[in-house]
């Protein structure tokens, strides 16, 4: 049976006038179809909106419920993708205006893996990850710091170009990236009077190139190296061949840093190494003639986090610091997005807590990388890519804490 509308209207108006009587305002508004909607009182509310629903409720009810910002200037998952929802700016350009502190620059290279491939997407999945971070809200209950609005300015740099198709001219490219963003001025010249970068790999090769760039800064430095698997192989027991272009790869280039004089003689250190080795005399021996020791994996669970932050303190002392992150420091349950993985290691907040005892002890950290997430092999959770993107963070609290000036400097 149809209803004459002149019917419905007069069935309203009843109704709006019961509900009047019995002083249930909101019933009226909401038969009259003056109430705010579900979407007007929450968080995803515009201002023409609130107005419409201030109006309202004025008219028709008294007092107003307080009114928020209505989320719109950080949205997490809207907007071209940076890290953190950052600005970005030119940063490999000296004529570039727009100064920073400290720069997240991508380094999408995986021409030096020995197992499985895909690092060059780990810049544009760890920036993905980060989506739930933003200058806006990044304030650590642990640090007590929002570390995009404290005294350094961060951007995000973008990636540094390099072919896909030539290692050497890769390495050399991305070299070249680096050099040009450190050859800037940063902005806050009182605190720190060099840039710093934190850089997204990329495989672990990235290192090489990342430490060369440096070296002109802060000469040699103590590599504080988190991964699973050593890194120091000789191309002899690694990769070797007839080519130089088959010597340097992920597993090799700390060896490579090392005959470079690139890093300390005796203070560096890898943490939370767990892999196997091709000969128990000869890797080893060449790892302590590259100026590295080591805490296994393992070792932490005997002597604990706080041992093993104090072990690392007094290996590294006063020196500058850089530190390199390998995704699959953690286990496999905490970060599976990794080309060459390894049970049994860490969990996110065990390295997390390390991370922050580090940074608490003062050490000079001048530069940073994390490195080996390789997306395709990640979840539908991201639980790789959130992971690196909330290491990255805590690293940016490192640096925010402990400013640093070059020796060289003058």
């Known amino acids: 049976m149809v209803v004459p509308s002149s019917i419905c209207s007069v069935l309203l108006l009843l109704l709006a006038s019961a509900a009047c009587k019995t002083h249930d305002v909101r019933t009226a508004q909401r038969v009259l179809g003056e109430v705010p909607s579900f979407v007007q009182e929450s968080i995803f509310r515009t201002p023409s909106r609130i107005q419409g629903a201030q109006k309202a409720t004025e008219d028709l009810a008294g007092p107003v419920f307080n009114t928020f910002d209505d989320f719109t200037e950080d949205i997490p998952y809207a907007g071209i993708a940076t890290f953190a929802h950052l600005n970005t700016t030119n940063c ?235 995704i699959d420091v953690l286990d496999p349950a905490f970060a599976p997005a990794t080309g060459t993985i390894e049970p049994g290691g860490w969990t996110t907040r065990e390295l997390l807590h390390i991370l922050e005892g580090l940074s608490a002890a003062g050490l000079k950290i001048v530069g940073s990388d994390v490195v080996e997430f390789t997306p395709v092999y990640d979840n539908s959770a991201e639980t790789t890519a959130i992971a690196v993107s909330q290491i990255i963070y805590e690293i940016l609290q490192w640096m925010i804490k402990v400013p640093v000036r070059s020796a060289r400097s003058g």
């Open 92 to 326: 490999f350009s000296s004529d570039s205006d727009n100064a920073f502190d400290i720069g997240v620059v991508g380094a999408p290279f995986d021409l030096g893996v020995t197992y499985r491939p895909g690092a060059r997407f780990g810049p544009a999945g760890t920036r993905m990850g980060s989506r739930r971070l933003s200058p806006s809200m990044a304030y650590s209950m642990d640090h007590r710091v929002n570390p995009f609005r404290d005294w350094a300015t961060v951007v995000d740099c973008g990636d540094i170009a390099n072919t896909p198709f030539d290692k050497l001219q890769a390495i050399a490219e991305l070299e070249h990236g680096w050099k040009r963003i450190g050859a800037r001025s940063p902005k806050n010249t009182a605190k720190s009077d060099r840039i710093r970068m934190i850089s997204i790999g990329g495989d672990h090769t990235i290192t090489l190139p990342a430490l060369r760039a440096l070296h002109q800064t802060w000469g040699k430095v103590a590599v504080l190296h988190f991964d699973s698997h050593l890194d120091t192989w000789d191309p002899k027991q690694l990769g070797g061949g007839v080519t130089k272009n088959s010597e340097i790869s992920h597993g090799s280039m700390l060896h490579i840093a090392h005959e470079e004089g690139l890093i300390s003689n005796n203070s560096n250190m890898h943490i939370g190494s767990r892999s196997m080795l091709f000969d128990n005399d000869f890797d080893l021996n060449n790892d302590a003639r590259c100026g590295f020791s080591y805490i296994r994996a393992r070792e932490m669970d005997r002597i604990g986090m706080d041992k093993t932050i104090k072990k690392i303190v007094n290996t590294v002392g006063d020196q500058y610091v850089y530190l390199s992150i390998d």
